[in-house]
């Protein structure tokens, strides 16, 4: 398996993990937040789902998925359409209350981008250069193994929160 296999395969982890975390799940579920403030669900899985958005549109050159395809529109939320859940707070979680056909179908469909924009790309690409803000400058291989890092951590915190849902926690 070459690279874009391994990545291939990895982002198609993290839509099992993804699944896994939301399908079955009423609204209250899925705004549940541990503790009473904690991220819930439904903010984690936009949140991941928005940052690999964003960051793949980026590299690839096109437009988001979230406004390319009016899923900012369906979602309604109270942020800026450029927000992707970087810094917000507990009252900008609390306002992510959305169902899961909809989280999900955004999901699907950034995924599925995802999936086209490694279609297009060769395995020579990964070592270009795309943000030279950090040192060493990020590698287009590098920013999306980033991506699928992140989105795994934010997929298994929404296992763990559907786990103390289920359990009645």
């Known amino acids: 398996m ?3 296999g391994v990545l291939r395969d990895l982002f198609g982890r993290v839509k099992t993990d993804v699944h896994g975390a939301v399908d079955g799940l009423d609204d209250a579920a899925l705004a549940h937040r541990v503790g009473g403030d904690a991220n819930s669900i439904a903010w984690l899985v936009w949140h991941l789902t928005r940052v690999q958005d964003d960051h793949v549109a980026e590299v690839a050159g096109t437009e988001q998925v979230w406004t390319a395809q009016g899923w900012a529109g369906r979602f309604a939320l109270p942020f800026d359409v450029e927000a992707t859940g970087y810094g917000q707070g507990g009252d900008e979680v609390g306002a992510v209350r ?6 999900l179908g955004y999901y699907d469909a950034v995924h ?3 999936l086209q924009y490694l ?3 060769g395995e020579d690409d990964l070592d270009t250069i795309v943000d030279r803000r950090w040192d060493p400058p990020v590698t ?8 699928a890092d992140d989105d795994i951590q934010h997929a298994g915190q929404a296992a763990f929160v559907r786990g103390v849902v289920e359990s009645g926690g």
Request: without cysteine; negative net charge; hydrophobic residues 50%.
């Open 2 to 4: 070459n690279a874009l």
């Open 98 to 103: 959305v169902g899961a056909d909809l989280l």
């Open 112 to 114: 599925e981008q995802t």
């Open 119 to 121: 279609d297009r790309i």
């Open 140 to 147: 287009l291989g590098v920013r999306l193994i980033s991506v």
